[in-house]
């Protein structure tokens, strides 16, 4: 088994440890209050999720930039509700948005106390597609902080995964070697296809897809694996 030899578990952040939909949904109502926003926030929500999925791997493949990424993921919510905003409400939304939701602590069940089990056998490091200020605040806010060793972010490194120099990068900086080092994440894409390419072990979280690698569908289960 791989595991004997790792010695080095690097995870995704967004959507592995930290909630982001439960923390995005409670930024929204946040907002959706303090600026009397009259739209329901369930139905913003379904119609944000995809949009906000699709610009995302824009940005990720370079096709869009942070700031059209923070300002057209909105307008598009809001033109598809039919609601009415101009580019400044947009920038102050998308402002307010950014500025609150990395003070939110929800993270995915059993995140801590897996973290606590995993740290006495492994040095622990985060390699995520986030802004650098941004990442490094959801960490703090919600108490996890202090179990990474290093966190290598795209904004800090100059790559995003699946670029396979994100990963090198990572690795560079955790003094530490490919062959033992683990990546944990819950895209297929960025985190396990572009991992392995790189010659990381992977394991996903999320339900097993259909190419071979090791999956977890709860934290928990990282237990028994590692």
Not at 20 to 44: A, C, R, V, W
């Amino acid at each position: 088994m791989f595991h004997d030899k790792v010695t080095d578990v690097f995870f995704d952040l967004d959507h592995t440890l930290w909630d982001f939909e439960k923390n995005s949904e409670i930024t929204f109502n946040l907002i959706f209050e303090k600026y009397k926003i009259q739209l329901d926030l369930n139905q913003f929500i379904k119609v944000y999720k995809p949009i906000n999925f699709k610009y995302w791997n824009m940005y990720r493949n370079n096709e869009i930039d942070t700031v059209n990424l923070r300002y057209h993921r909105l307008k598009e919510v809001f033109d598809n509700l039919s609601f009415k905003a101009d580019k400044a409400f947009i920038d102050i939304i998308s402002e307010e948005y950014i500025n609150n939701l990395s003070d939110q602590i929800h993270l995915f069940p059993n995140t801590e106390d897996v973290l606590n089990y995993l740290a006495e056998k492994y040095r622990l490091h985060i390699i995520t597609n986030g802004f650098e200020k941004i990442q490094h605040k959801k960490l703090k806010s919600s108490g996890i902080d202090h179990f990474f060793q290093t966190v290598t972010t795209a904004e800090g490194s100059g790559y995003k995964k699946p670029d396979k120099r994100i990963f090198d990068h990572a690795i560079n900086k955790a003094k530490t070697d490919l062959s033992k080092s683990l990546m944990i994440g819950d895209s297929l894409e960025a985190d396990i296809k572009g991992a392995k390419d790189f010659g990381m072990h992977t394991i996903y979280f999320g339900k097993k897809p259909n190419f071979e690698t090791q999956n977890i569908e709860q934290l928990q289960e990282l237990k028994s694996l590692l």
